[in-house]
T-cell receptor, first 109, second 115 residues
Framework: GQQLNQSPQSMFIQEGEDVSMNCTSS?????WLWYKQDPGEGPVLLIA?????ELTSNGRLTAQFGITRKDSFLNISASIPSDVGIYFC?????????FGTGTSLTVIP | GAVVSQHPSWVICKSGTSVKIECRSL??????MFWYRQFPKQSLMLMAT?????????EQGVEKDKFLINHASLTLSTLTVTSAHPEDSSFYIC???????????FGQGTRLTVV
């Protein structure tokens, strides 16, 4: 199935730094979702976006639905050690969710 | 928020045996459930989509006779790995969607090790 391109693939940052990652697709989506996966666990939904241009926050996380509807961005401000994990974007098209390749985040205390 | 419970969280089985994994939506009716396989440090690979009361739709390359999916009720879907082999060892995750909701919620995943 279709897979979304997510970048960067991995990030190593100092605690307190801000993080940005993005997700791009060749297709248009009407819904973008961002998930976080801890090791050995299933992904947990962080933010859902429903409208082009929409900017939504969840605590220190902010995500944006790109105007072209082919991309989305996730920012994490003032990172902390528990932000460590793999972040996945997902686009919804019809009855199907398409997932990004993932961004692995390591936060150095 | 919506809760999806997957069981067991890990299982070790002998080669040639079958293993059943359950996925339950605890506080909503899951009209659609998805089964994924995930290899280490990789993204989620969709195996099949199941709608309650109908046959699952398998992705290309996924053997339907090997990975049996049953979605008999609006709160339960099962994945049975039949005649498991070591190459079937992986992390299997389910997710569930209510109606035409634009969100899907994941189970905790099942680590399958075939020895």
């Amino acid at each position: 199935g279709q897979q979304l391109n997510q970048s960067p693939q991995s990030m190593f940052i100092q605690e307190g730094e801000d993080v940005s990652m993005n997700c791009t697709s060749s297709s248009i989506f009407n819904t973008w979702l961002w998930y976080k996966q801890d090791p050995g666990e299933g992904p947990v939904l962080l933010i859902a976006l429903y409208k082009a241009g929409e900017l939504t926050s969840n605590g220190r996380l902010t995500a944006q639905f790109g105007i072209t509807r082919k991309d989305s961005f996730l920012n994490i401000s003032a990172s902390i050690p528990s932000d460590v994990g793999i972040y996945f974007c997902a686009g919804l098209s019809g009855n199907q969710f398409y997932f990004g390749t993932g961004t692995s985040l390591t936060v150095i205390p | 928020g919506a809760v999806v419970s997957q069981h067991p969280s890990w299982v070790i089985c002998k080669s040639g045996t079958s293993v059943k994994i359950e996925c339950r939506s605890l506080d909503f009716q899951a009209t659609t459930m998805f089964w994924y396989r995930q290899f280490p440090k990789q993204s989620l690979m969709l195996m099949a989509t199941s709608n309650e009361g109908s046959k699952a739709t398998y992705e290309q390359g996924v053997e339907k006779d090997k990975f049996l999916i049953n979605h008999a009720s609006l709160t339960l879907s099962t994945l049975t790995v039949t005649s498991a082999h070591p190459e079937d060892s992986s992390f299997y995750i389910c997710s569930a969607r209510q109606g035409w909701s634009t969100e899907a919620f994941f189970g905790q995943g099942t680590r399958l090790t075939v020895v």
